[in-house]
Each structure stands twice: as C-alpha cells, then as structure tokens.
C-alpha cells in the first residue's frame, strides 16, 4: 500500500511538471509570436510614415516648381516689352504686350494664402489689362500703360518672388517730370520711356534679389 502512494505521488509530480513546462513553452511561443507581429507593424508603419513623406515632400517641389516656371515667363514677357521699347520698336512692344497678358492670365495663384490670392488677383487684373492695351496701341501709349506697369510688377515679384536678379530703376523726366519706374536685367540705364530720345535718364533705386 505504501509502495502504491509513492508511485501515485510520483505520477503526479511528473504530471504537474510536464503541465508547468508546456505553459512556459506556450507563453514563450505565444509572446515571441506577439512580438515578431508589434515588431513588423512598427517597420510596417515606418515604412507608410517614409512613403507618405516622401509624396508629400514631392508635391511641394512640383508646386513650387511650377510657380517658379510660371512667374519667370510672366517677368521675362515684361522684360521683352521692356527692350522693344528701348529700341522704339511698337511691333515687337505689341507682341511682347500680349505674351505678358497670356503669361498673366495663365498665372496660378492657388499655392498662395488667401491675402496673397487677393492681392495677386488684384495685380494681375490690372496689369493684363495693360498689357491688353499695349498689344494694339501706338508707341506713345504702349509707353503709358508700361510705366503703369512698373508698380504691379513690383508688387508681383514682392509676393511670387524671383530667382532673377533685377534693378528697380526710376526716370525722373517721364510724364512731365513726375518721373516713372520699370525693371531691368541690367544695372546699365537704357530708357524704354524715350528710347533713343534720352537712352541712359535714370537711375537704379535698388536691387532686387
């Protein structure tokens, strides 16, 4: 009878330790399979986070990339009526005039805040229109409405910026002597207001970029 009660207890030890050993084989298995998931969801995620990065970071320099692209045909239009008046030529001044007006009209103002959008529009309207009116006009009035010019386009670049270098220059004798303003590439003075007239009136008031 003893001999039985120890192999019953003896059975009964062998049997709780195989139960102890399996729940500690199982927990293990269980959390190393937990693990391997959190681990791979994080790369997982890592890997979503990069992607979403990188076309977020993608579109802003397409976006800024056109602007870019749509501001310089806007100032290198201007630049063209700028010289076609210098050389007093109204043919080439009318071409010019209306490549501006197209480059303007085309112009996406979306990528900026609301102020600026407004501000833009209000430009760009005006200086369309004088572009619009250069197009079909004589010399003497494609050189009033570019005078006119001289502001919007000033007030452009201080919202779209430019990667150009350009100097503000100011006539003092146009318009009777109330002066007028324009934009060039160049430092040199050469007068779109009287041309051959009076090549080199003026002076620069400042650089910009």
């Given at each position: 009878?003893?001999?039985?009660?120890?192999?019953?207890?003896?059975?009964?030890?062998?049997?709780?330790?195989?139960?102890?050993?399996?729940?500690?084989?199982?927990?293990?298995?269980?959390?190393?399979?937990?693990?391997?998931?959190?681990?791979?969801?994080?790369?997982?995620?890592?890997?979503?986070?990069?992607?979403?990065?990188?076309?977020?970071?993608?579109?802003?320099?397409?976006?800024?990339?056109?602007?870019?692209?749509?501001?310089?045909?806007?100032?290198?239009?201007?630049?063209?009526?700028?010289?076609?008046?210098?050389?007093?030529n109204k043919d080439?001044?009318?071409?010019?005039?209306?490549?501006?007006?197209?480059?303007?009209?085309?112009?996406?103002?979306?990528?900026?805040?609301?102020?600026?959008?407004?501000?833009?529009?209000?430009?760009?309207?005006?200086?369309?229109?004088?572009?619009?009116?250069?197009?079909?006009?004589?010399?003497?009035?494609?050189?009033?409405?570019?005078?006119?010019?001289?502001?919007?386009?000033?007030?452009?670049?201080a919202i779209t910026?430019?990667?150009?270098?350009?100097?503000?220059?100011?006539?003092?004798?146009?318009?009777?002597?109330?002066?007028?303003t324009w934009l060039?590439?160049?430092?040199?003075?050469?007068?779109?207001?009287?041309?051959?007239?009076?090549?080199?009136?003026?002076?620069?008031?400042?650089?910009?970029?």
């Amino acid at each position: 009878m003893k001999r039985t009660t120890v192999t019953l207890s003896t059975i009964a030890i062998a049997l709780l330790t195989i139960t102890v050993i399996s729940c500690k084989d199982g927990k293990k298995e269980t959390n190393d399979k937990e693990g391997a998931h959190m681990e791979m969801g994080t790369e997982e995620g890592h890997h979503h986070e990069s992607t979403a990065g990188e076309m977020d970071h993608g579109t802003m320099d397409h976006d800024m990339g056109s602007s870019d692209a749509q501001g310089t045909s806007v100032i290198d239009s201007y630049l063209q009526l700028k010289n076609a008046l210098v050389a007093d030529n109204k043919d080439e001044a009318a071409k010019s005039g209306q490549a501006l007006a197209s480059a303007l009209g085309s112009f996406d103002i979306s990528g900026y805040d609301e102020q600026q959008q407004k501000e833009l529009s209000d430009i760009i309207e005006v200086a369309k229109e004088h572009g619009e009116h250069i197009a079909k006009s004589d010399i003497g009035h494609q050189r009033e409405h570019f005078e006119g010019l001289g502001k919007d386009m000033v007030d452009f670049i201080a919202i779209t910026g430019t990667s150009k270098t350009l100097y503000q220059q100011f006539c003092p004798m146009y318009n009777n002597n109330q002066g007028g303003t324009w934009l060039s590439a160049s430092s040199e003075i050469q007068n779109p207001f009287f041309g051959s007239k009076m090549l080199t009136c003026g002076k620069v008031q400042k650089e910009i970029n």
